[in-house]
């Protein structure tokens, strides 16, 4: 199945953000999606998502345009991990992941056995399961990414994706959500990323699509676009390369 | 030096003789707020600022009477005369709910205004006040119930009618003394337990010293809500059958008609006893509101309510001398009977 | 399941059966427990009671529904102010938000003014409430937002004010003497007058309203999200605030109609049942609705019981809630961020 948006023109009613965008995302592949601020990257992902309607163009999930399909089944096939989450209420953290399975029930159903089930599950795939009655609101930043992270699991979709997942975490955290995020496509669900930051997408994704004022700079796989020429057209700021001579790694600085 | 203390004198005589009202004085009047009223000369228009108000001058004098502070209704004109009842409406000056513009009170020329009330230093400023900004006198008068006698000797000064006020202050002294001497000897057991009803469900009533109880408790009975002093309150239904009243005054006509078949009501001593009674209100209420000179046909209804033994006169022939002498209309048998029904 | 709900359930229900209890104890006339017990055995085996027929009617009469419309009012503001409160996501939030008790006491003013009968005034000021959330959800609507919660409240604070203005004329011009005092008392709420009649009108829409945000408060938790995160979540955001705005108004309404602008249950009560057992609203709704009953029991009983005359209801909450709720504030705060 093919999460993609064609001849895509995204954007808000008064504001024209981006047009002409292709987009394609495999299960089981990770895409990073990089670009400066204010450069559309948002709005796309929440075009894909179908929380934004395209200005032009369709998008689709496994050939069935996402317009046609009910916010419910969307929510079986696509899962959103937002950047931050506003926690109103201190809901247990076992709550929060519980809201995961909202979309396998009706609009009256209660969790099942089945459902908290899966949610134990998802808590215990990423290591939080001891915190599953803390209140969401007093465990620290990379817990509870890593809460959001188990809902979107428990969700149980096809794609997973995340809107700068590892933005306000400590460096320690980091490491380990993106290791997370690795394993999701490991287990076969295609996911999107947003970043800051080319060295993630580098270890992290398969392909790279670079976003700069709503248009495509370059995309592909990530050795092959994620280069200091792409790099510096893209943020239009001098990049300095570093090479590790034992492993030939790269990693990206800003000059 | 004395060209400056000339000019300034005669600036001052200036502003004074500009700043004093353009009415020729010949005597005045100490209203019961103890201010002096001017009294004019010669008095052809009077504006009432409230109901009190207009109902006395319209005893007195009715064809001195500009407006009404609310146009009466069609059921009310038929007991007043007809031209001086259809008068146009002016609003109401003072009072909860002040509608009348100062401009318009200007507009109208009253030689006089005239408020019967409550004398407390809120009426007492603003009666100050309406009558430096118009320079129109501004009487304030006693409108309590026991003052009837006093405030209309008051107002016969002001209007230049003495003795028609006289007339007028006579009778109601009388019927107060009728009251007062019959009601006198009778001990504390023969005062009957009232309670007084308002609303659609009789559950509105009157606390101690309120005007609105104000001939219930000048007749000497016991007014079952008088042991807390204030205004209007709202109770319940236990607290009534608590009360286990005598006798209920009523002047919702709803409630009176439904008292009779609701069950929770019916186990009060005035509903048994058939002691349930709707207060006439043509073309004024006789006993709550407007609390003025109309309640004094309601003594007499009162009376023969709370006391039928001591008070055998005939209602019928007094509600008819009282309309006549008050109110200026003879009425015939078929009207008393409708205004004694105390419906609409 | 974290941990039991059920201490804090019990709880509530302990507070309801005491606020019946009281309440059909307490009042201005004399009754002992023992009267109301000898009175309901009577009714259930079929012989006449031992007690007057005084005591008998007092107790089905005027106590049995006040008790009963005490309870269901409860219920229904403390029901309706938890569902808004999540629907939108703010803990300060009460059922009067989007205009409801203004429209219903422009309502009930009008009909006092036109001297209307008792029910046709409780018909004016339902419909009056009705109407008034209807307009603010049109308005509301008709403008586009990223926002519509936001919107939503803005536009019932403006509307609210409309409506309120409104209340203020008709008050201005109604007579002094007669009406005035009747609609003074009646926005001050009461549960005075309250008979066997008066609860026919209620129970139908509180009972409808409740049951529909009942069955849906295993989606509220979700709606209390963002409007992205919920719809990322599977939820028809749309429909299902039209829903929950509909069943909350109906019951508000409903109660405002019945015994006038009680104000301080919606609010206070919701953040009662969540420190009983805590923020999920699957479990919160239903004890904010039993806790509600108990508590607006307890203080409709002492506005009877007080003094001889009727405490208006809407003052007591106020009095009652407002330092309750600053306690609340200080000591509670965990179970809100």
């Given at each position: 199945m093919i999460l993609e948006g064609r001849a895509l023109s995204i954007g808000y009613r008064d504001r024209l953000v981006g047009r002409d965008l292709d987009v394609a995302l495999g299960e089981g592949e990770v895409l990073a999606l990089l670009g400066p601020n204010g450069g559309g990257k948002t709005t796309l992902l929440k075009t894909l998502l179908g929380l934004l309607p395209p200005r032009a163009g369709d998008v689709r999930c496994g050939e069935r345009p996402l317009a046609a399909i009910s916010i419910r089944e969307r929510a079986r096939l696509l899962a959103y991990v937002p950047q931050s989450h506003v926690a109103t209420f201190a809901f247990p953290a076992e709550t929060v992941v519980l809201m995961?399975?909202?979309?396998?029930?009706?609009?009256?159903s209660r969790p099942t056995a089945k459902d908290r089930s899966i949610a134990l599950a998802a808590m215990q795939q990423f290591g939080?399961?001891?915190?599953?009655?803390?209140?969401?609101?007093?465990?620290s930043g990379g817990e509870r990414q890593l809460v959001l992270l188990a809902r979107a699991l428990a969700q149980e979709p096809r794609f997973v994706v995340l809107d700068e997942?590892?933005?306000?975490?400590d460096f320690g955290n980091q490491g380990k959500v993106m290791r997370e995020i690795r394993s999701l496509a490991g287990a076969g669900h295609g996911v999107l990323f947003t970043t800051h930051d080319p060295n993630q997408a580098l270890r992290l994704a398969d392909r790279a699509y670079l976003l700069r004022d709503g248009a495509r700079v370059a995309e592909g796989k990530v050795d092959s676009v994620l280069t200091r020429d792409n790099l510096e057209a893209l943020y239009d700021a001098p990049i300095r390369t570093l090479t590790d001579r034992t492993t030939s790694e790269t990693a990206f600085l800003p000059a | 030096m004395a060209t400056g203390l000339d000019r300034r004198a005669f600036a001052v005589g200036l502003a004074a003789s500009v700043a004093a009202p353009c009415v020729a004085r010949t005597a005045v009047l100490t209203d019961a707020a103890a201010r002096a009223v001017p009294i004019p000369d010669r008095v052809t228009r009077v504006f009432p600022s409230g109901p009190p108000a207009a109902i006395l001058l319209y005893t007195l004098?009715?064809?001195?009477?500009?407006?009404?502070?609310r146009a009466n209704r069609a059921e009310e004109r038929e007991f007043l005369l007809p031209d001086i009842g259809a008068r146009p409406e002016v609003g109401r000056l003072t009072g909860r709910g002040n509608t009348a513009n100062l401009e318009v009170v200007l507009a109208v020329k009253p030689d006089l205004i005239l408020d019967v009330g409550t004398v407390d230093a809120t009426y007492v400023s603003l009666a100050d006040r309406v009558q430096q900004q118009t320079g129109i006198p501004y009487a304030l008068l006693d409108g309590r119930f026991a003052s009837i006698v006093e405030t209309y000797r008051d107002l016969g000064l002001l209007v230049g009618r003495r003795d028609d006020a006289e007339k007028l202050a006579r009778y109601a002294q009388a019927t107060m003394d009728t009251m007062t001497q019959r009601v006198a000897g009778l001990p504390a057991a023969r005062r009957p337990r009232v309670y007084y009803a308002r609303g659609p469900r009789g559950l509105e009533t009157a606390l101690g010293g309120s005007i609105n109880v104000e001939t219930i408790d000048f007749l000497g009975a016991h007014n079952v809500a008088g042991d807390r002093r204030g205004g209007l309150s709202n109770v319940s239904i236990e607290q009534v059958l608590l009360w286990d009243p005598e006798v209920i005054v009523t002047i919702d006509r709803d409630f009176a008609a439904g008292v009779v078949r609701d069950p929770t009501w019916a186990a009060v001593a005035a509903v048994r006893a058939g002691r349930v009674h709707l207060s006439p209100k043509l073309p004024f209420g006789w006993v709550d509101f407007p609390p003025s000179v109309n309640r004094l046909i309601g003594l007499w209804w009162l009376a023969k309510i709370l006391y039928p033994d001591q008070f055998p006169e005939d209602l019928r022939a007094l509600t008819r001398d009282f309309y006549a002498m008050f109110y200026h209309v003879t009425l015939n048998d078929q009207q008393i009977e409708r205004v004694l029904a105390g419906r609409h | 399941m974290s941990r039991s709900a059920l201490p804090g359930v019990a709880i509530a229900l302990l507070i309801l059966f005491a606020g019946v209890a009281f309440a059909f104890t307490l009042g201005r006339y004399p009754i002992g427990l023992g009267d109301v017990v000898d009175v309901l055995a009577a009714r259930l085996s079929g012989r006449p009671p031992t007690v007057p027929p005084t005591v008998e009617s007092v107790i089905w009469q005027v106590r049995g529904p006040r008790v009963v419309a005490a309870a269901l009012i409860g219920a229904a503001l403390a029901v309706a102010g938890t569902a808004f409160q999540g629907l939108f996501r703010n803990?300060?939030?009460?059922?009067?938000i989007l205009g409801a008790s203004s429209g219903a006491a422009l309502g009930a003013v009008v009909g006092i003014y036109f001297s209307l009968g008792v029910l046709a005034i409780q018909g004016v000021a339902f419909v009056g409430g009705l109407a008034a959330v209807a307009a603010v959800y049109l308005i509301g609507s008709a403008v586009p937002a990223r926002d519509p919660i936001l919107l939503l409240v803005l536009t019932g604070v403006v509307v609210g004010a409309l409506l309120g203005a409104g209340v203020g004329l008709v008050k201005y011009l109604a007579d002094p003497y007669n009406q005035l005092p009747a609609m003074t008392f009646w926005l001050l709420g009461s549960?005075?007058?309250?008979?066997?009649?008066?609860?026919v009108p209620l129970f139908g829409p509180v009972a409808l309203g409740t049951l529909v945000l009942v069955a849906l408060r295993w989606r509220m938790n979700v709606m209390s999200l963002t409007e992205e995160e919920a719809r990322a979540l599977g939820v028809p955001t749309g429909p299902l605030r039209v829903a929950i705005v509909a069943a909350a108004t109906l019951v508000t309404s409903a109660s405002v109609a019945t015994a006038g602008i009680i104000g301080w249950v919606g609010l206070i009560v919701p953040h009662l049942a969540r420190s009983l057992v805590g923020p999920d609203f699957a479990r919160l709704l239903p004890t904010a609705a039993i806790l509600g009953g108990g508590y607006l029991l307890f203080i409709d009983t002492i506005a009877r019981t007080a003094s001889s005359v009727e405490i208006p209801l809407g003052i007591l909450t106020a009095v009652i809630g407002t330092p309750f709720f600053i306690w609340l504030l200080a000591s509670v705060q965990r179970t809100w961020s």
């Amino acid at each position: 199945m093919i999460l993609e948006g064609r001849a895509l023109s995204i954007g808000y009613r008064d504001r024209l953000v981006g047009r002409d965008l292709d987009v394609a995302l495999g299960e089981g592949e990770v895409l990073a999606l990089l670009g400066p601020n204010g450069g559309g990257k948002t709005t796309l992902l929440k075009t894909l998502l179908g929380l934004l309607p395209p200005r032009a163009g369709d998008v689709r999930c496994g050939e069935r345009p996402l317009a046609a399909i009910s916010i419910r089944e969307r929510a079986r096939l696509l899962a959103y991990v937002p950047q931050s989450h506003v926690a109103t209420f201190a809901f247990p953290a076992e709550t929060v992941v519980l809201m995961g399975r909202t979309a396998h029930g009706n609009l009256f159903s209660r969790p099942t056995a089945k459902d908290r089930s899966i949610a134990l599950a998802a808590m215990q795939q990423f290591g939080i399961s001891h915190l599953a009655e803390r209140p969401y609101t007093m465990i620290s930043g990379g817990e509870r990414q890593l809460v959001l992270l188990a809902r979107a699991l428990a969700q149980e979709p096809r794609f997973v994706v995340l809107d700068e997942p590892t933005a306000s975490l400590d460096f320690g955290n980091q490491g380990k959500v993106m290791r997370e995020i690795r394993s999701l496509a490991g287990a076969g669900h295609g996911v999107l990323f947003t970043t800051h930051d080319p060295n993630q997408a580098l270890r992290l994704a398969d392909r790279a699509y670079l976003l700069r004022d709503g248009a495509r700079v370059a995309e592909g796989k990530v050795d092959s676009v994620l280069t200091r020429d792409n790099l510096e057209a893209l943020y239009d700021a001098p990049i300095r390369t570093l090479t590790d001579r034992t492993t030939s790694e790269t990693a990206f600085l800003p000059a | 030096m004395a060209t400056g203390l000339d000019r300034r004198a005669f600036a001052v005589g200036l502003a004074a003789s500009v700043a004093a009202p353009c009415v020729a004085r010949t005597a005045v009047l100490t209203d019961a707020a103890a201010r002096a009223v001017p009294i004019p000369d010669r008095v052809t228009r009077v504006f009432p600022s409230g109901p009190p108000a207009a109902i006395l001058l319209y005893t007195l004098a009715p064809e001195l009477l500009i407006g009404w502070p609310r146009a009466n209704r069609a059921e009310e004109r038929e007991f007043l005369l007809p031209d001086i009842g259809a008068r146009p409406e002016v609003g109401r000056l003072t009072g909860r709910g002040n509608t009348a513009n100062l401009e318009v009170v200007l507009a109208v020329k009253p030689d006089l205004i005239l408020d019967v009330g409550t004398v407390d230093a809120t009426y007492v400023s603003l009666a100050d006040r309406v009558q430096q900004q118009t320079g129109i006198p501004y009487a304030l008068l006693d409108g309590r119930f026991a003052s009837i006698v006093e405030t209309y000797r008051d107002l016969g000064l002001l209007v230049g009618r003495r003795d028609d006020a006289e007339k007028l202050a006579r009778y109601a002294q009388a019927t107060m003394d009728t009251m007062t001497q019959r009601v006198a000897g009778l001990p504390a057991a023969r005062r009957p337990r009232v309670y007084y009803a308002r609303g659609p469900r009789g559950l509105e009533t009157a606390l101690g010293g309120s005007i609105n109880v104000e001939t219930i408790d000048f007749l000497g009975a016991h007014n079952v809500a008088g042991d807390r002093r204030g205004g209007l309150s709202n109770v319940s239904i236990e607290q009534v059958l608590l009360w286990d009243p005598e006798v209920i005054v009523t002047i919702d006509r709803d409630f009176a008609a439904g008292v009779v078949r609701d069950p929770t009501w019916a186990a009060v001593a005035a509903v048994r006893a058939g002691r349930v009674h709707l207060s006439p209100k043509l073309p004024f209420g006789w006993v709550d509101f407007p609390p003025s000179v109309n309640r004094l046909i309601g003594l007499w209804w009162l009376a023969k309510i709370l006391y039928p033994d001591q008070f055998p006169e005939d209602l019928r022939a007094l509600t008819r001398d009282f309309y006549a002498m008050f109110y200026h209309v003879t009425l015939n048998d078929q009207q008393i009977e409708r205004v004694l029904a105390g419906r609409h | 399941m974290s941990r039991s709900a059920l201490p804090g359930v019990a709880i509530a229900l302990l507070i309801l059966f005491a606020g019946v209890a009281f309440a059909f104890t307490l009042g201005r006339y004399p009754i002992g427990l023992g009267d109301v017990v000898d009175v309901l055995a009577a009714r259930l085996s079929g012989r006449p009671p031992t007690v007057p027929p005084t005591v008998e009617s007092v107790i089905w009469q005027v106590r049995g529904p006040r008790v009963v419309a005490a309870a269901l009012i409860g219920a229904a503001l403390a029901v309706a102010g938890t569902a808004f409160q999540g629907l939108f996501r703010n803990p300060l939030v009460s059922p009067d938000i989007l205009g409801a008790s203004s429209g219903a006491a422009l309502g009930a003013v009008v009909g006092i003014y036109f001297s209307l009968g008792v029910l046709a005034i409780q018909g004016v000021a339902f419909v009056g409430g009705l109407a008034a959330v209807a307009a603010v959800y049109l308005i509301g609507s008709a403008v586009p937002a990223r926002d519509p919660i936001l919107l939503l409240v803005l536009t019932g604070v403006v509307v609210g004010a409309l409506l309120g203005a409104g209340v203020g004329l008709v008050k201005y011009l109604a007579d002094p003497y007669n009406q005035l005092p009747a609609m003074t008392f009646w926005l001050l709420g009461s549960l005075a007058a309250t008979g066997v009649s008066d609860l026919v009108p209620l129970f139908g829409p509180v009972a409808l309203g409740t049951l529909v945000l009942v069955a849906l408060r295993w989606r509220m938790n979700v709606m209390s999200l963002t409007e992205e995160e919920a719809r990322a979540l599977g939820v028809p955001t749309g429909p299902l605030r039209v829903a929950i705005v509909a069943a909350a108004t109906l019951v508000t309404s409903a109660s405002v109609a019945t015994a006038g602008i009680i104000g301080w249950v919606g609010l206070i009560v919701p953040h009662l049942a969540r420190s009983l057992v805590g923020p999920d609203f699957a479990r919160l709704l239903p004890t904010a609705a039993i806790l509600g009953g108990g508590y607006l029991l307890f203080i409709d009983t002492i506005a009877r019981t007080a003094s001889s005359v009727e405490i208006p209801l809407g003052i007591l909450t106020a009095v009652i809630g407002t330092p309750f709720f600053i306690w609340l504030l200080a000591s509670v705060q965990r179970t809100w961020s």
